[in-house]
């Protein structure tokens, strides 16, 4: 009966996505009916504390958080490897708790070596 | 064996259900099934009654956003020793329906240079998770939409989908402040996304299960009578570090690296107005209310509280649901208007340096005290 149960608690969620666009579009719709539209082309500009834009906002620059990013990318992954772990904690017991452990040190040992290596730095 | 621990849990009663039990308590639910059975439509039946809870939630949800831009208003005249709005209505309550109709009124503008299609598929983006998280928030006894078996899961990877609107909004805005703002707001989003799902697990560990009913039912009853069996007690620390955390996520002060008013105009959503802009308002509103639920739900008990005589419990728990969810958001409007904004560097810092460690030492403390048997 498990895929049916899926069905039913998650026709909830597929109803909704559903209605929360169907809610902005609606919004959005009314407002063009109502709003005015009188545009110029300084308005159409880019906002820029009211002075003329310098340049364009695409351009290379430093994102900062690269490597923040790439340290992130990996302990989301072990988190999710946490969850059914954690699920089952009660009934796996001592040794299933010191298996993890290694698992967590491992984790520890990664964060260690991202922060030695200044991975975890704002200024690059 | 591992991964089954994922189904397990009991079915509990949801939104649905309760309204087939009203249903048949006042005798029409037989009629109702009989006609549409007549004509082979069971699941339109179905259907129907999944979109009324789905209605309530929604209109739930629209007018909790409204009272609470009242609110923050409100709050901080407190603060100020003023008045906030009192025009409108009594005491201003009605203002947030005259910036609803103002809003509709606006010109809504798409500057020149932006990426248009992006531009108006982010507002979708933000709307869309930030009603979503709301389907397996217990509310009340029963007062859920969905009881999902991996719901505590399912909302911090639903939350996690802001950064991607914020991201699209910023960049398609081709303006510089809307892009330092979103390339901001994704670096705290994802530094913090860590301590709240790593505090999250040592709570799994207690209930043994993902879903918020068990989570909440984990949590009924009182040690010696007197202090409530809640896990703030169990678990101070992963408390303290999800209080902050959550903050972070909700992106506000001093958190507020998505809108910084005084260094990036508006943040990420400067560039966006009339309607579009009032999504965003509302997606802020609501993710506010939906993490301060969540929450109540993992650390504060939920709807438990002392049962009352006479009253039905699906009344009373979603009051203190209710009261208990205030309770946190007034704290996070609190700290909005008495709290400076961090650094961006030390926000970096605080996250991956203290709240991360903390968070492991937690989840490391946990096991081995629920192993040894101290805590169960």
């Known amino acids: 009966m498990v895929p049916n149960e899926i069905f039913d608690n998650y026709l909830p969620v597929a109803l909704l996505t559903i209605i929360g666009f169907v809610f902005v579009g609606i919004s959005l719709f009314m407002s063009r009916m109502v709003r005015p539209s009188n545009k110029t082309d300084e308005k159409l500009s880019t906002y820029e504390c009211a002075e003329a834009p ?47 452990l290694i698992f967590i040190e491992v984790m520890i040992i990664g964060l260690a070596y991202a922060w030695r290596k200044e991975a975890l730095e704002w200024l690059q | 064996m591992l991964y089954s621990g994922m189904w397990t849990g009991d079915t509990m009663t949801n939104a649905y259900e309760l309204i087939i039990n009203i249903l048949t308590a006042i005798g029409v639910y037989d009629t109702i099934f009989g006609v549409f059975k007549s004509y082979g ?59 609803g109709i103002k809003l509709i009124g606006k010109e809504d503008i798409v500057p020149a240079k932006a990426d248009r299609f992006v531009f108006n598929l982010a507002p979708y983006l933000a ?21 999902l ?48 799902a790593l505090t999250a697990i040592a709570v799994v560990m207690l209930t043994g299960s993902l879903s918020t009913v068990d989570i909440v039912n984990a949590q009924s009853g009182t040690w010696f009578g007197i202090i409530p069996k ?32 005084s260094e ?19 997606a802020e509103y609501a993710h506010l209310f939906a993490v301060s639920g969540i929450l109540v739900t993992i650390f504060l008990g939920g709807w438990n509280g002392p049962v009352l005589p006479g009253i039905p419990v699906v009344i009373t728990s979603l009051v203190y649901f209710i009261l208990k969810t205030y309770a946190v958001v007034f704290f996070a409007m609190w700290l909005r208007d008495t709290v400076p904004r961090i650094r961006i560097d030390q926000l970096l810092n605080i996250g991956w340096k203290i709240m ?21």
Do not use: C
């Open chain 1, 54 to 100: 310098i340049g364009d906002a695409r351009i290379h620059f430093n994102i900062q958080y690269y490597m923040v990013v790439l340290v992130f990318l990996i302990f989301d992954v072990v988190i999710l490897f946490l969850y059914p772990w954690a699920v089952r904690f009660k009934d796996i017991g001592a040794l299933g708790f010191f298996e993890m």
């Open chain 2, 41 to 99: 439509m069971e699941f339109v039946l179905k259907l129907i009654i999944v979109l009324v809870t789905l209605a309530v939630l929604f209109g739930f949800v629209l007018v909790t956003v409204m009272f609470l831009t009242w609110m923050e208003r409100k709050v901080a005249a407190m603060v100020q020793s003023r008045y906030g709005p009192m025009v409108t209505g009594p005491r201003g309550l009605l203002q947030p329906v005259m910036d």
């Open chain 2, 127 to 147: 709307f869309v998770p930030a009603i979503l998280v709301f389907v397996p928030l217990p509310f009340g006894e029963s007062l859920i939409i969905s009881d």
């Open chain 2, 149 to 196: 078996r991996v719901g505590l899961l399912y909302i911090i990877a639903i939350s996690a989908l802001s950064p991607i609107s914020i991201l699209l909004a910023g960049w398609a805005s081709n303006n510089k402040y809307t892009l330092l703002a979103a390339m901001r707001a994704v670096a705290q989003d994802i530094s913090y996304t860590l301590p709240l």
């Open chain 2, 230 to 261: 809640w896990f703030i007690f169990l678990q101070p620390l992963a408390f303290i570090l999800f209080l902050i955390a959550s903050i972070a996520e909700m992106g506000r002060i001093p958190f507020d690296f998505q809108e910084s008013e």
């Open chain 2, 264 to 282: 990036l105009i508006a943040g990420f959503f400067t560039e966006y107005s009339g309607m579009k802009f009032a999504m965003y308002f509302l």
């Open chain 2, 356 to 376: 991360i460690p903390l968070a492991l030492l937690n989840l490391i403390v946990t096991g081995f005290l629920i192993t040894a048997g101290v805590m169960r």
